[in-house]
């Protein structure tokens, strides 16, 4: 039981996803469920290579989702465009359900739903996955059991026309609010980006915890300015006030917030030498950059 889910955005793509695996319904813990999966050392010098990625969360079965995308990008990562790489993380999911199938007693092959995403060069393409059969998505998916949750939310935030750094928070809030209310979703939440220009990868656990955090204490604030702007017994007078006091209280917690992100990121520079990670959270290295 989880929450997955993809955002296509103007500059990019956002997959995220929970942390939270139940084991035959008594017992709970946290597992990585999101693989962000790019070339490295030798294998990214090579001509072809070094603009591929794949990023791929599931739900279901965990081993077998492991599986799906282990083939998956044995796949992707010797192509030499953004069709071969499509082409082949279909047909390695294909694969192995077949495979599996063949292996497994009738009806018993584990089925899984993967949100994948697919980068090369400056295009990327979002993809579902049910089974074996894999749709491409232009805009949002989702999948697990906090999918009707997520729909909801995502009909409300997303847009197509949003760009990635929005695209992160409408991830956060979906992840944060299924976690909150739909029972099998919890632990941590881990969002990815495939980024048409600039680096990719998953965003860095701090500003993930800040985003989560921010858009926790922002809802409830934000819900009493409602409350007030849909109250016609108030003077416009009234409601401005108001609402000025509450938006004053918001940005004192976002500034703490972002005050205590920066020390971090100071820290870490002090100890390393160089910015790890970019005003997304993103990894920031010349060397590990994908273009």
């Known amino acids: 039981m989880t929450i997955i889910a993809g955002f296509k955005c103007l ?96 009806g018993m092959c584990p089925e899984a739903e993967l949100v994948y995403a697919v980068k090369m060069e400056s295009e990327n393409r979002l993809f579902s996955a049910s089974g074996p059969i894999v749709n491409e998505k232009h805009d949002y998916c989702a999948a697990g059991v906090g999918v009707h949750m997520a729909d909801f939310l995502a009909s409300r935030m997303y847009r197509r026309t ?21 029972e099998g979703c919890g632990g941590g939440s881990h969002i990815a980006v495939l980024r048409d220009h600039g680096s990719s990868g998953l965003v860095n656990s701090e500003n993930v915890d800040l985003i989560t955090k921010l858009v926790q204490s922002g809802d409830s604030e934000i819900g009493e300015i409602l409350m007030r702007y849909a109250n016609v017994t108030i003077s416009k007078d009234e409601f401005v006030q108001q609402s000025h006091e509450l938006i004053a209280g918001i940005v004192t917690l976002r500034e703490h917030e972002k005050s205590k992100l920066l020390e971090l990121q100071r820290m870490t520079k002090e100890v390393f030498g160089m910015d790890l990670h970019d005003e997304l959270g993103l990894p920031k290295s010349t060397d590990d950059e994908l273009a």
């Not at 084991?23 to 813990?29: A, D, E, I």
């Not at 990008?73 to 199938?101: H, L, M, P």
């Open 162 to 182: 949003l760009h990635v750094a929005q695209a992160i928070i409408v991830a956060a809030y979906v992840l944060f609010q299924t976690k909150e209310h739909v």
């Open 11 to 106: 500059d990019g793509i956002v997959v995220c996803a929970d942390t939270q695996e139940t084991v035959g319904n008594y017992s709970k813990r946290n597992v990585p469920k999101l693989r962000f999966e790019a070339p490295i050392g030798a294998m990214k010098v090579l001509g072809g290579y070094s603009n591929v990625a794949l990023a791929v969360c599931g739900a279901g079965h965990g081993p077998f989702i492991d599986k799906l995308a282990d083939e998956a990008w044995k796949s992707v990562e010797v192509t030499k465009n953004i069709d071969e790489a499509c082409i082949a993380a279909e047909e390695a999911i294909k694969r192995t359900y077949e495979e599996f199938g063949r292996i497994y007693q009738t």
